[in-house]
C-alpha cells in the first residue's frame, strides 16, 4: 500500500462487524479512512510505503543524532549535509558516515521495523543551525503495515462504524469528526510500541 492509504478495506470491515449487504459501503469505507488517519495521529507515523525515494530536509537533534520519518530499506537512501548554513546540501555522507537505527531494524526483539534515527560516527557531526541542515532522500515508511496496527485500526472503524445506529446518524468522512485512538483503550494498548516522539521536519 502506497502511504496515505487505507491501512483496511470496507470489505474488511464488512467481514469483522458480519455486514451482509453492500448498500452501506460509503460509511465502511469512511469509517476505515477515518479510523487510518486516527493511528497515524496517535502514532505520529504511517505505516505504509512509499512508491518511490524522495528528499526531505530535517534538523540535527544533536551534532551526533538526527531523527527522520520512517525508512524502509537503504535501497535508494542518500544523505547530504548543509555544512554551512546557506541552503546548499553540498556534501554527500557515505553510510560509513553514520549507523542506522534501531540496529538491524529489531526492537525488543522483534524484526521488521524502519530506521528513524541516524547516528553520526567517528569524526563526523550534524552540523546544527537555525536552518534544516540535513536532507535525506529515503523511500519512507514501513515495508509491511504490523498486524496490530491493522487490528487497532479495525477497532475503531467497527465503533465509528456503529456511530450510524446514533440519532444522528453519520453520513461520510467528515462527519465522524474527531477521532481519538486513545479513548480506545483496547487499541491503544495495540498501537503502544509505535507511538513516536514528534521530529524536527523543515
Known amino acids: 500500500m502506497a502511504?496515505?492509504?487505507?491501512?483496511?478495506?470496507?470489505?474488511?470491515?464488512?467481514?469483522r462487524l458480519g455486514v451482509t449487504v453492500g448498500t452501506e459501503d460509503d460509511i465502511l469505507e469512511a469509517a476505515a479512512t477515518a479510523a487510518s488517519r486516527a493511528v497515524e495521529t496517535h502514532c505520529r507515523r504511517q505505516f505504509n510505503l512509499a512508491d518511490t525515494a524522495t528528499p526531505r530536509r530535517y534538523r540535527p537533534d544533536t551534532g551526533t543524532l538526527l531523527t527522520v520519518d520512517d525508512i524502509?530499506?537503504?535501497?535508494?537512501?542518500?544523505?547530504?549535509?548543509d555544512n554551512d548554513g546557506d541552503?546548499?546540501?553540498?556534501?554527500t555522507w557515505s553510510a560509513?558516515?553514520?549507523e542506522l537505527e534501531?540496529?538491524?531494524?529489531?526492537?525488543?526483539?522483534?524484526?521488521?521495523?524502519p530506521f528513524w534515527?541516524?547516528?553520526?560516527?567517528g569524526s563526523r557531526r550534524w552540523p546544527c543551525?537555525?536552518?534544516?541542515?540535513?536532507?535525506?532522500?529515503?523511500?519512507?515508511?514501513?515495508?509491511?503495515?504490523?498486524?496490530?496496527?491493522v487490528e487497532a485500526t479495525k477497532i475503531v472503524a467497527s465503533e465509528l462504524y456503529k456511530l450510524k445506529d446514533a440519532p444522528l446518524g453519520v453520513?461520510?468522512?467528515?462527519?465522524?469528526?474527531?477521532?481519538?485512538?486513545?479513548?480506545?483503550?483496547?487499541?491503544a494498548t495495540k498501537l503502544a510500541p509505535y507511538v513516536r516522539d514528534a521530529i524536527l521536519v523543515a
Open 171 to 187: 453520513a461520510g468522512f467528515g462527519d465522524f469528526g474527531v477521532v481519538r485512538v486513545r479513548e480506545n483503550p483496547m487499541a
Open 96 to 98: 560509513a558516515d553514520y
Open 87 to 91: 541552503g546548499e546540501f553540498e556534501t
Open 72 to 81: 524502509a530499506t537503504t535501497t535508494g537512501l542518500l544523505v547530504e549535509v
Open 129 to 149: 543551525s537555525d536552518r534544516a541542515t540535513v536532507r535525506v532522500t529515503a523511500q519512507w515508511g514501513w515495508q509491511a503495515v504490523p498486524a496490530p496496527v
Open 117 to 121: 534515527t541516524l547516528r553520526a560516527v
Open 3 to 15: 502511504l496515505g492509504d487505507d491501512y483496511i478495506t470496507a470489505a474488511d470491515l464488512r467481514t
Open 102 to 113: 534501531p540496529l538491524d531494524g529489531v526492537v525488543d526483539g522483534v524484526e521488521g521495523w
